[in-house]
C-alpha cells in the first residue's frame, strides 16, 4: 500500500518571502501522479500543482513549484512571493494510474502554513 | 460550472439517527469519490465509482455505511444508525476521463454526531 508522510505539521513564513514544505511517499508503482491540495478555512480542498512521474521535469503554477526527486520518493512544494491568502493547510497526495477512469487519492496528514504580514 | 455540489453543508443530529449525505458530480464526469476527513486519521477514502459502478470500497467503516450511485449526477452516502465516532468532514469528489487525473472537490458536509 503506497503511504505519503508531511513531516511538518506547521510551518510560518513572513509574506513575501519563500517557503518549502516536504512530502515523502512510499510506493513500488514506476508510474503514478503526485498532487499538491490546498485547504484554507474555508475547507474547500482547491489543487495546487500536479506532478506525473514518468516527467523529469518538475511542474510550476506561478507561484509555485515543486521538486520532484524519484529515486528519493521525495515531493517537496515552494511557494514563492508568499501572500497572506496562501494561509491553509497543504496536504500531499499520491495517485496509481487507472484504465478507463480515475484511482483514490492517499492523502498526508497536512501541513498547517501561516503567513504572517 | 458550478462544480461539485454537496448537501447539507452542516448536519446535526442525535445517535441512532440515521444520516443521508448528498453529492452531484460535475457533469460529464465520470469518477466520484466520498472522502472522510477527522482529526486523528486525516483525509481517508471510503468509496469510489466509476460509471456509476462501486470500484473499491474498502474504506467504508462498515456495514452501517453505504453508498449508492443510481446515475452519472448523483450519488448518496448513508449512515444508519449513526455514532458519535462518525462526527468528521464527508468530501465528494468527481473527475473527467480525460482529466490527466485531478480530482475536483465539493465544499464537504460537516457532520456532528451527539
Known amino acids: 500500500a503506497q503511504t505519503v508522510t508531511q513531516s511538518q505539521p506547521e510551518m510560518s513564513v513572513q509574506e513575501a518571502e519563500t517557503v518549502t514544505l516536504s512530502c515523502t511517499y512510499d510506493?513500488?508503482?514506476?508510474?503514478?501522479?503526485l498532487f499538491w491540495y490546498k485547504q484554507p478555512p474555508s475547507r474547500q480542498m482547491i489543487l495546487v500543482i500536479r506532478?506525473?512521474?514518468?516527467?523529469?521535469q518538475n511542474a510550476t503554477e506561478n507561484r509555485f513549484s515543486v521538486n520532484f526527486q524519484k529515486a528519493a520518493k521525495s515531493f517537496s512544494l515552494k511557494i514563492s512571493d508568499s501572500q497572506l491568502g496562501d494561509t491553509a493547510m497543504y496536504f500531499c497526495a499520491f495517485m496509481k494510474p487507472h484504465q478507463g477512469g480515475s484511482e483514490k487519492l492517499v492523502f498526508g496528514k497536512g501541513t498547517k502554513l501561516t503567513v504572517n504580514p | 460550472d458550478a462544480g461539485v455540489i454537496q448537501s447539507p453543508r452542516h448536519e446535526v443530529t442525535e445517535m441512532g439517527q440515521e444520516v443521508t449525505l448528498r453529492c452531484k458530480p460535475i457533469s460529464g464526469h465520470n469518477s466520484l469519490f466520498w472522502y472522510r476527513q477527522t482529526m486523528m486519521r486525516g483525509l481517508e477514502l471510503l468509496i469510489y465509482f466509476n460509471n456509476n459502478v462501486p470500484i473499491d470500497d474498502s474504506g467504508m467503516p462498515e456495514d452501517r455505511f453505504s453508498a449508492k450511485m443510481p446515475n452519472a449526477s448523483f450519488s448518496t452516502l448513508k449512515i444508519q444508525p449513526s455514532e458519535p465516532r462518525d462526527s468528521a468532514v464527508y468530501f465528494c469528489?468527481?473527475?473527467?476521463?480525460?482529466?490527466?487525473?485531478?480530482?475536483?472537490f465539493g465544499a464537504g458536509t460537516r457532520l456532528s454526531v451527539l
Open positions: 469528489a468527481s473527475s473527467p476521463r480525460q482529466s490527466k487525473n485531478i480530482q475536483y
Open positions: 510506493t513500488s508503482e514506476n508510474n503514478y501522479y
Open positions: 506532478q506525473e512521474a514518468y516527467k523529469q
